[in-house]
């Protein structure tokens, strides 16, 4: 069976590898590894969503873009994320949909370690029969 997810080592990073059927459902699943990093994702309830609107110039440069767009909602405002629906148009390289979660609360959500960046370092976007995987490493 397939994990939506997984970590890999990397020195002082974190690795990311994030799979799905389709190119949203991979994006989705990478956002969410993310935020697994920072939290206990299973008790992020979907309280307040966040609309997105991104625009890339490749797909590497989306993927780039939505995982900063949504570590900038944890640095204003302290949201982690857990539910996202999304949509990617890959010809016009947009991504539009919400991402919801809540506001961190100490008193119920774990604190591991805070995500401050993402990268493009050994970033890479494929299809493997019929499916989608992204992996990339996100600074700590």
């Known amino acids: 069976m397939m994990r939506d997810y997984e970590f ?3 020195t002082a990073d974190v690795g990311i590898i994030a799979r799905g059927n389709t190119l949203e459902e ?3 699943n990478a956002a969410k590894a993310v935020f697994e990093v920072m939290t206990d994702t ?4 979907a309280k307040e969503c966040r609309e997105v609107t ?3 110039y490749d797909l590497e440069n989306l993927l ?3 995982i900063e767009e949504l570590l900038y909602y944890y640095d204003s405002e302290l949201m982690l994320f857990s539910s996202f629906d999304i949509k990617v148009d890959q010809y016009s390289l947009t ?3 919400k991402a919801c979660g809540e506001r ?3 008193n119920k959500h774990e604190k ?4 401050k960046a993402m990268t493009y370092h050994m970033m890479e976007i494929k299809q493997i029969e019929g499916k989608y995987e992204v992996r990339f490493v996100v600074d700590i």
């Open 104 to 106: 961190f609360d100490p």
């Open 26 to 28: 991979a994006f989705s």
């Open 64 to 66: 780039y873009k939505w």
């Open 42 to 45: 299973s008790k992020v309830e």
């Open 112 to 115: 591991r370690t805070v995500v």
């Open 95 to 97: 991504l539009t949909g």
């Open 8 to 10: 890999f080592e990397h």
């Open 54 to 56: 991104i625009f890339g």
